[in-house]
């Protein structure tokens, strides 16, 4: 059993940063790559970045690279989304999930798992 707590939104002004933490319960954690996705106003759900289970691969969304950074510790099972330069296009609710990153076709994708989710933290850019 895995149970993720997310943790650090907040209202920001645009060209801010915020770090968020998504922390986790239970030893399996370990066994998953864990990855960050988001829920804007009006939106789908859509994935934002990912970290391998261990910590050594990173995926990003197009509309974050270069500004969001994702890391995790596996000794305090905490995963982090660390936001910078953020953008009011950047407000939504951001869930953490434990799921799989997976290699097709010579691309990298994360497949979120169906059983693992938090429940979310919002994040408001005004502009």
């Known amino acids: 059993q895995l149970q993720l707590a997310e943790s650090g939104g907040g209202l920001v002004q645009a060209g801010g940063s915020l770090r968020l933490s998504c922390a986790a319960t239970?030893?399996?954690?370990?066994?998953?790559?864990m990855g960050w996705l988001r829920q804007g106003p009006g939106k789908e759900r859509e994935f934002v970045a990912a970290v391998s289970w261990s910590g050594g691969s990173t995926l990003y969304a197009d509309p974050v690279k270069g500004r969001f950074t994702v890391s995790r510790d596996n000794v305090n099972y905490t995963v982090y989304l660390e936001m910078n330069n953020l953008k009011p296009e950047d407000t939504a609710i951001y869930y953490c999930?434990?799921?799989?990153?997976?290699?097709?076709?010579?691309?990298?994708?994360?497949?979120?798992?169906?059983?693992?989710w938090g429940q979310g933290t919002q994040v408001t850019v005004s502009s």
């Open positions: 999930n434990a799921g799989e990153l997976t290699f097709h076709s010579g691309t990298y994708a994360f497949q979120a798992g169906p059983h693992y």
């Open positions: 239970g030893d399996i954690f370990r066994s998953y790559a």
